[in-house]
Structures are given as structure tokens and as C-alpha cells.
């Protein structure tokens, strides 16, 4: 489970920089906490010393891409109930399913509808919180 904080987290695994400080901006006054990583090998790290509460995550990514870093986080029981969100160009017929199938939760096309993405950031982070009550 994320530690707690006085802002829900959001990791941003994206390689482009305009997409990073789009997804920042998006949230800079929402009451979510941001911090984003340019790359697989980068989240991963980023990920053995803190548990977000959603991430959201480019597939196309340098080192280790985004298929895989889903893979890896839904594998291990520390980070497996992390929602993931991929944001992707991947929008052909199969990508999404494709994405599911790799461990994300959800999955937004790019380029980003940011009325889109506020709702889906809202929604998980709302479900989870509804979630941890119930526990």
C-alpha cells in the first residue's frame, strides 16, 4: 500500500518532456502530488523506494518499455494493486486489449484529451480510496 501523504502521488513514466509538463500543469492545483521518470530502468528504481497511489504510463519508453514495466509491477505483490494507466499513441485495433493484457488497469490515447485524463485520474484515485475504507 502507498504511504500516506497529504496528496494522492502520481508517477508519470513518459519520455517526452512536453507530455511530462502537460500531465504536471494538468495537476499542479488538483491536489495531487506529481513526480515523473523518463524512462523504464527509472520507474522501476523510482519504484523500489516509493509506492505511488496511480501511474501513469507511456509504453513507448526508452530502456525498458512500458509492456514490460507493467508486467513486472502487477508480477510482484508490493506494487500489484497500483492502478496503471497506460498513455499511449499505441491506438490501433488490439493495443488497448494488448495493454490490459500487460497489467494496465486503463488506458487513454495520445494525444491526451485532458478532459479525459482528469476524469480517469479522479476515478481511480476515488475507487482506491473507496477500496482502502472498506478494508
Request: charged share 25%.
Amino acid at each position: 500500500m502507498p504511504a500516506p501523504s497529504a496528496k494522492p502521488l502520481i508517477l508519470v513514466v513518459e519520455d517526452a518532456p512536453d507530455n511530462q509538463v502537460l500531465i504536471e500543469q494538468v495537476f499542479q492545483d488538483s491536489g495531487y502530488a506529481v513526480n515523473c521518470v523518463q524512462d523504464g530502468v527509472s520507474a522501476l528504481a523510482w519504484l523500489a523506494e516509493q509506492l505511488p497511489d496511480l501511474i501513469l504510463l507511456d509504453l513507448s519508453l526508452p530502456k525498458v518499455d512500458g509492456w514490460e514495466v507493467a508486467r513486472r509491477l502487477k508480477a510482484d505483490q508490493r506494487t500489484a494493486a497500483i492502478p496503471i494507466v497506460a498513455v499511449t499513441a499505441h491506438a490501433m485495433k488490439g493495443d488497448k486489449e494488448t495493454a490490459i493484457a500487460a497489467g494496465c488497469d486503463d488506458y487513454l490515447t495520445k494525444p491526451l484529451d485532458i478532459e479525459q485524463l482528469e476524469i480517469c485520474v479522479k476515478r481511480w484515485l476515488v475507487e482506491r480510496s473507496d477500496r482502502d475504507l472498506d478494508r
